[in-house]
């Protein structure tokens, strides 16, 4: 693998390859950050064009509307599966390190413990059949790939569900969150340099989980939200029943960061006290 001197940072505008730009900037590393008016990446030629160029490449361009994705499965797989084989095969033939982000929904989301990196994939969801074809297509395609899988992100720079909860209790006062979901809420900014991290220690090919540390419900982190805010509103626990989506929910998105300590990689500190280090900057 070649020194990571040159990134490339696809789906940029995105809330996580925003905060890729941000660190590969503070850190002086040199990068270009490609929309999808930049580089089509279901275009081989442009892909490959624009792969040939980068020493590393993260990949976050996904097509991530999880309920519409159930009615617009081969959109869906477009972009999440073939589009990420074929950023795969242009680093392959490059000799480029591709970083390609996944997700919890590849798993049934039925555990009681946390998901290890090879457990076996069983999507329930459109969306997550796709991401799992991506993996597939990514790690069939690049020997020194690595994919990072995470959930339940949140960031500054875009819509995500912490923003979402400080605005709803705000307006109404009264609001209920299910509390039958268990996942590990993650900023994207750690996320970001969990990546740096992982390229930077030269960590073997394979799968990787990305999140924080720690677990907990959709309802505890909206009341920790709601108490970062310094909103006056009581949040109350409800069930996924009471709130039927189109695409199934995990009610399991917790996973397990074995392989990151095997690389020497430190993992994503605990998902309580990364948010209270956020919350100002993400409810600004």
Request: hydrophobic share 45%; proline share 5%.
């Amino acid at each position: 693998m070649r020194s990571p001197e040159r990134w490339l940072v696809l789906g940029a505008g995105g809330m996580l390859a925003t905060d890729m730009e941000l660190l590969l900037a503070e850190q002086g590393r040199e990068f270009t950050a490609a929309t999808r008016d930049d580089v089509d990446i279901t275009d081989p030629g442009a892909v490959h064009q624009a792969v040939a160029q980068a020493d590393v490449v993260v990949n976050c361009a996904a097509y991530t509307a999880v309920d519409a994705a159930e009615t617009d499965e081969p959109a869906a797989l477009v972009l999440n599966g073939t589009a990420a084989g074929l950023v795969a095969q242009a680093c392959a033939q490059s000799g480029a390190r591709l970083i390609h982000i996944s997700t919890d929904y590849v798993f049934a989301g039925d555990a009681d413990t946390p998901y290890a990196e090879q457990a076996p994939v069983a999507p329930r969801s459109a969306y997550g059949r796709t991401k799992a074809e991506g993996e597939r297509l990514v790690l069939a395609a690049q020997a020194d790939a690595l994919v990072v899988r995470t959930a339940w992100l949140y960031g500054a720079h875009g819509q995500c569900f912490p923003k979402t909860i400080a605005r709803v209790a705000q307006e109404r006062g009264d609001i209920a969150v299910v509390d039958d979901q268990h996942g590990q809420p993650t900023w994207t900014r750690d996320l970001a340099a969990f990546i740096v991290g992982l390229v930077d220690a030269q960590a073997p090919a394979g799968i990787y989980h990305g999140t924080s540390s720690g677990q907990c419900t959709w309802f505890e982190f909206a009341s920790a939200v709601v108490m970062a805010a310094g909103i006056d509103a009581q949040v109350n626990p409800t069930t996924t029943e009471a709130f039927p989506r189109p695409a199934p929910r995990p009610a399991w998105s917790v996973l397990g960061h074995d392989a990151a300590a095997a690389a020497g990689v430190e993992s994503i500190g605990h998902w309580r006290d990364r948010w209270q280090l956020a919350a100002s900057e993400v409810l600004a």
